[in-house]
């Protein structure tokens, strides 16, 4: 089972805050009237007592402590960027296995943690945007992919690797080759609205995905990985839960955030393997 890590950040928050404001009300006046019940009662006040009757509740303390760093990382995490780390080669050649990413969480509108719910709208994804977000038939996991089909997009992608945004072929051009886990992977530049970027495919494959197209209802979005041929995306999910219109779209209540930086790359950690940052880079 996967922990929810914003809900425990949430959570430990409000539980540091809790104790910061309870020492605050009621607690921190106590100690006060303790101390100056104690000097009015002596000639001479021992330092050694009025630290006594000063200390605060271990507990307390450390609530205390933790509460502003776990503050700053919530407000951090939840509204302005937070890390992720490629778990696989879905979206080669842009991200590889072990690159430790920035999402901005802003650019697609401001949300509340845990809940998720847009309550100020900044912008809307665009077509070829690098998206993270929450997986459709598994919210608690999440997803790195780019956006190919926006609200209304008809998209078509066909058995020889062609794509299609509203009747249109999306165009891309070979620039070269590498070895690849079916045999010889080609490399093309891929032209999708505004942005250019490259995308990952087998010379050869074992299955090739049947002719297939989608509508994108209003609210959801069309997802693929860079890597054609090895990325499990809008054109192969299948859940009974969902129904066959919403069938593979993301919608908008999933998104975390844009993708726009690799900060560093350590694809086995172990100190045999240290990160590098060969990488490092904005993501096109």
Sequence with gaps: MQLNFP??????????????LFDLVFLAPRRKAAIANYQGSVSQPEHSVLEQ?????????YGKSFFPVLFIVLV???????????????MKPTLDVGDFILVNKFSYGIRLPVVD?????????????????RYPSDPNVNYIKRVIGLPGDKIRYTSDKQLYVNGELVSKTLVGSEPGALGTAQLYAEKLGEVEHM?????????????????????????MG?????????????????????????PDRN???????????????????????????LIK
């Design 76 to 90: 951090l995490r939840s509204f302005l960027v937070e890390p992720f780390q490629i778990p696989s080669g879905s």
């Design 199 to 223: 995308i990952r495919e087998q010379m050869s494959r074992y299955h090739a995905p049947p002719d297939n197209q989608w509508t994108v209802p209003e609210g959801h979005y069309f997802m």
């Design 255 to 281: 998104i975390v955030g844009k993708a726009f930086a690799v900060w560093m790359s350590w694809p086995e950690p172990k100190l045999s393997h240290l990160p590098t940052f060969s990488r490092v880079g």
């Design 117 to 133: 719910r847009k309550v100020i709208d900044v912008g809307d994804p665009k077509r070829g945007d690098v998206m993270v977000f």
């Design 7 to 20: 809900l425990l950040l949430v959570i430990a928050v409000a539980v540091c805050g809790a104790l910061a």
């Design 53 to 61: 009757l000063n200390k605060e509740p271990l507990l307390v303390e």
């Design 226 to 250: 860079d890597n054609r041929d090895n990325s499990n995306d809008s054109r192969y999910w299948d859940d009974p839960a969902i129904s066959k219109e919403l069938l593979g779209m993301v």
